[in-house]
């Protein structure tokens, strides 16, 4: 999985608890993303990063917020998590040069599960 | 909204056969279009990447472009059951990515 990490792998919880998923990446790859993954609807990107302390919006970027405080790692965190973000989660990396035009690589994935 | 649609399948195929997966987008922006296969429960896997209009062969794999359709497509060759799995389109907008829900292929023995 190109050198990314995703922890936990996986988790249960409860409704309006705090959830923090975490990306780690030993490619020291610029672009970071968060996406989530649900039957029907593919995967949608949640907010990704463009540099350390650099982030932007993704397509389904409420209820969830993200940092960057490192350039190997990515925190993507549920302030208070309701049964809608129930869901796998996937990180990807990628490095945009002239060659790969961004290419980006997924990492193993968290299934979370908000009961 | 940028859309990309893929017909969902599932897309059956004898072993042996080429299966032919297409894909078309609305954003005339996109530059880069990327392949993934995912297989049940793991990770999406990049197959291909094409960015200029014509065709790009690795291995069995021929990708598609035409970008005056909006239309892009994966040709497998000689397609294998461990080919079965779902493969998501994903054209690049500015910097980021917007998925296809995918088609899922299956190739019996």
């Known amino acids: 999985d190109a050198g990314i990490t995703q922890s936990p792998r996986h988790k249960v919880t409860e409704t309006g608890t705090p959830v923090t998923l975490r990306c780690h990446q030993t490619?020291?790859?610029?672009?970071m993303y968060w996406y989530r993954q649900d039957p029907g609807h593919g995967l949608r990107l949640i907010h990704y990063?463009?540099?350390?302390?650099?982030?932007d919006k993704g397509e389904v970027s409420d209820g969830y917020s993200v940092s960057r405080s490192k350039t190997e790692d990515f925190l993507l965190t549920l302030e208070s998590a309701t049964s809608s973000q129930t869901s796998v989660y996937f990180c990807a990396i990628s490095e945009p040069t002239q060659g790969t035009y961004n290419e980006q690589f997924f990492g193993p994935g968290t299934r979370l599960t908000v009961l | 909204q940028k859309e990309v649609e893929q017909n969902s399948g599932p897309l059956s195929v004898p072993e042996g056969a080429i299966a032919s997966l297409n894909c078309t987008y609305s954003?005339?922006?996109?530059?880069?279009f990327f392949w993934y296969r995912q297989y049940s429960g793991k990770s999406p896997e990049l197959i291909m990447s094409i960015y200029s209009n014509g065709d790009k062969e690795d291995g069995r794999f021929t990708a598609q472009l035409n970008k005056a359709s909006q239309y892009v497509s994966l040709l497998i060759r000689d397609s294998q059951p461990s080919d079965s799995a779902t493969y998501l389109c994903a054209p690049l907008g500015y910097s980021t990515l917007t998925f296809g829900k995918g088609t899922m292929l299956l190739v019996s023995p």
């Open positions: 954003d005339r922006g996109s530059q880069s």
């Open positions: 990063s463009y540099g350390v302390k650099d982030t």
């Open positions: 490619e020291n790859h610029r672009y």
